[in-house]
């Protein structure tokens, strides 16, 4: 049973993305034909969840068997996103396509690092070492004549721009200034936010924060999916950094990283 915490109690419409689960005790779903009970089963396999050891927690199997050893999908898709989040783009692209017809592009390198994350019970930080430890994630940006086209088989890094999070933060560690998000405290970093809240217009504005990640493409996050961010330039951007009214908030604010040089008495040279 899932539990909406919408804040506006008259649209039906409305899913702020905050759920509730709650296990249903004996209940089963019945088939609509035969009208007998249905027990859950795992994908591909006909064991079922009743059958393990947490028979009583039906999340903790579904979790048990998520993270199996034998599950190779679930390693096989974290490595990819971790892939992706470090050098750009997926070994399987886009990263949560995996299907037959849409091959990893260096099969070998997904499978030999699947292994290891799986040999070493799943560690992240283990992970992300190994892939920065490697000759791929090391090479420069500048391509050659031999791979000034490749944009899928990793033989020159792929030039990125900063995410809106990141963005966002640096703004606010260049100036000395915290930008403001909508239902969290001060001094909160942009890279703490899970999504954006979203606002209508009976609503209060959005905060300077929630402004900036929007537009620089950070989402609600309603969905499980890497495609409901986006990366595409806009307009809009443009002008937001060369001279938008969220950076001028910052730089007009009475305490900042500009104002306190100006107040101080060193030279142009000792503060550049």
């Known amino acids: 049973m899932l539990e909406n915490n919408r804040r506006d109690k008259n649209d039906s419409h409305e899913f702020d993305g905050e759920q509730l689960v709650l296990i249903g005790e004996g209940k089963e779903v019945e088939h609509p034909g035969t009208g007998k009970s249905v027990k859950p089963r795992f994908l591909s396999t006909p064991h079922s969840p009743l059958s393990t050891p947490h028979s009583d927690d039906r999340l903790l199997n579904v979790a048990d068997w998520l993270t199996s050893p034998n599950n190779r999908r679930f390693a096989e898709a ?17 990263i949560d396509d995996f299907r037959a017809t849409n091959p990893p592009s260096n099969p070998a390198v997904l499978v030999a690092l699947t292994d290891d994350f799986i040999a070493h019970r799943f560690d992240v930080q283990h992970l992300i070492r190994t892939i920065m430890a490697s000759r791929t994630y090391q090479l420069a940006a500048d391509p050659n004549e031999t791979n000034r086209d490749d944009e899928s088989n990793f033989s020159h890094a792929i030039v990125r721009r900063l995410s809106a999070e990141q963005l966002a933060d640096s703004f606010s560690q260049v100036l000395g200034a915290k930008l403001n998000f909508s239902g969290y405290p001060a001094n909160t970093r942009a890279a703490q936010l899970a999504g954006v809240r979203t606002f209508r217009r009976r609503e209060s504005d959005p905060a300077s924060g929630d402004q900036l990640l929007t537009m620089f493409g950070k989402p609600p996050r309603l969905q499980a999916c890497e495609c409901e961010r986006s990366d595409e330039p806009t307009l809009a951007q443009t002008f937001q950094v060369v001279s938008g009214p969220i950076l001028n908030e910052l730089l007009a604010r009475g305490t900042n990283r500009l104002r306190d040089w100006l107040g101080s008495k060193l030279d142009s040279d000792q503060l550049i």
């Open 78 to 94: 974290q490595v990819n996103r971790i892939w992706f989040h470090l050098l750009g783009r997926g070994i399987v692209d886009p």
